[in-house]
């Protein structure tokens, strides 16, 4: 089938579908201008100070970090926290929120970034699954509590020339221990799943008022890589067991389970051609 022909199946089954769940994955920001941290290469162009220091993405990303190093840590976490909150959401997430609303049975995110982009883009909260946490949410680097509180007050000024973070940093509410953010990191033991946790039954109660009702679903995938294979399992378990189609739309990795429609493109071009034939 031609790749103009698969696209156009793909709105179809959009266009037929009574509920739509969107997944995504580190590829879906791009296009808005985040980087996605694709191997130890494309990790270190987006962090040239961090390449210096010859530190890995998942030594970064890692609880340990911020006993060991924490300016760094808090350079780190809070460089991208001001870097998601000034970032506009490219196109697609309007076009997906647009579809997702006229669907008799609605829609739900699942999505493994933890950039806070989907509320960004006008996203209910509460349809929202983050399975890795969120960078907008703190707790304690000490585990004093199992408090998760939201970051929308906290603010991290970070030295860009040192890449250091600047005093002060980020405090937990309880105790003098300092913060970090409630993101599943490498090697994280004390990470606070609980309001992960609360989205996932959310999303549970969702598909399970499908089931019942018999709804035909969709699922959109975008930029979901197979590195970190959690939000395409997702994808296909979930069609698996409610049937309906799945749309994967991934530049390097569109292979699908047979049957399903993959669409070699970046997020926001493969939603805008979709789109063109809805
Ligand atoms: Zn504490």
Excluded at 5 to 26: C, N, P, S
Excluded at 77 to 96: C, E, I, M, S
Excluded at 141 to 156: F, G, L, Q, Y
Excluded at 224 to 244: D, F, K, M, N
């Amino acid at each position: 089938m031609s790749l103009e022909d698969r696209v156009r199946q793909a709105a179809a089954a959009i266009k037929t579908a009574d509920a739509l769940l969107i997944t995504a994955g580190a590829g879906m920001g791009v296009d808005s201008g985040l980087p996605d941290f694709r191997g130890t290469q494309g990790f270190w162009r987006a962090y040239p100070a961090i390449a210096k220091l010859g530190l890995s993405f998942e030594q970064m990303a890692n609880p340990a970090s911020f006993a060991e190093n924490p300016h760094l840590a808090w350079a780190f976490y809070g460089h991208r926290l001001n870097l998601y909150r000034k970032t506009v959401p490219h196109q697609g997430f309007r076009h997906l929120l647009e579809m997702g609303r006229a669907k008799p049975r609605g829609y739900f995110v699942f999505t493994s970034n933890v950039d806070g982009q989907f509320q960004r883009a006008g996203f209910a909260a509460e349809r929202i699954v983050e399975c890795h946490g969120s960078i907008h949410h703190f707790q304690c680097t000490a585990s004093c509590s199992d408090e998760i509180w939201e970051a929308d007050r906290e603010t991290v000024n970070v030295d860009e020339s040192t890449f250091r973070a600047l005093e002060p940093m980020p405090r937990c509410r309880n105790c003098p221990a300092l913060a970090r953010p409630n993101i599943l990191m490498f090697g994280d033991w004390s990470w606070l799943g609980q309001r992960t946790e609360a989205q996932e039954q959310q999303f549970a109660a969702w598909l399970d008022g499908l089931v019942k009702c018999a709804a035909k679903l969709a699922v959109i995938e975008l930029g979901a890589g197979s590195a970190i294979p959690t939000v395409r399992r997702t994808s296909e378990q979930v069609r698996q067991r409610l049937g309906g189609t799945l749309i994967r739309i991934n530049p390097r990795e569109a292979d699908v389970p047979d049957g399903q429609i993959g669409l070699p493109f970046a997020a926001e071009e493969g939603i805008q051609k979709t789109c063109d034939y809805l």
